[in-house]
């Protein structure tokens, strides 16, 4: 038999209240459930930027040459933000009651993002791929963004946050490798 707790509601004026009684399941599985297109959304967002944290720490290991030092760091903000994105994005998931994946087999075969180079990378190159990586994630993001925000406005605001920050981050990457306009 489930646990009851007497809930205390509001009153009347009188000093009357009224008691509820609710069980610690009443609220587990109530609520918003997303559909199976929106959790399948969702799971194609979670595994690119679960993909796009591993990929940032492949290149951070291997990156050699001229600013190393700050492509080194700018790879741990990317790959910092892209873990809290997905923790985000996965915990957003099971609050509408889908199960999100992020097993490495799962990444492996679903990920949109190409294969970052193995053993040494230059500066130069690795801007050039982190920023390709980037934009993938946010093509996926962008992708799925219109059916994420016509099913749940709120599920939307996350990626907004999301694209908002790894757009940031493909625009101060790319610019490393950049040359002044008309000059």
């Known amino acids: 038999m489930a646990d009851t707790k007497t809930k205390k509601t509001g009153g009347a004026k009188s000093g009357a209240s009224t008691r509820a009684k ?16 929106l959790a399948a959304n969702l799971q194609a967002v979670l595994v690119d930027l679960i993909e796009l944290s591993l990929q940032g720490k ?16 700018q790879l741990d903000e990317i790959i910092e933000d892209a873990r809290t994105f997905s923790d985000t994005i996965a915990e957003r998931m099971r609050a509408l009651h889908a199960v999100p994946d992020g097993r490495s087999a799962t990444i492996a075969k679903t990920t949109t993002l190409p294969e970052f180079p193995t053993g040494e990378v230059s500066t130069t190159e ?11 994630t946010v093509a996926t993001l962008r992708g799925v963004h219109d059916d994420v925000d016509e099913e749940d406005p709120t599920s939307a605001d996350l990626l907004h ?9 493909a625009w101060m990457v790319s610019a490393e490798n950049r040359r002044p306009a008309g000059r």
């Open 58 to 73: 492949q290149a951070h290991w291997n990156v050699v040459g001229r600013n190393f030092r700050d492509t080194h760091r």
């Open 161 to 169: 946050a999301v694209i908002e920050r790894l757009e940031q981050f």
């Open 22 to 37: 609710t069980t610690r399941q009443q609220n587990a599985e109530k609520g918003f459930t997303a559909s199976p297109t």
């Open 126 to 136: 690795t801007t050039d791929l982190v920023t390709e990586r980037l934009e993938a």
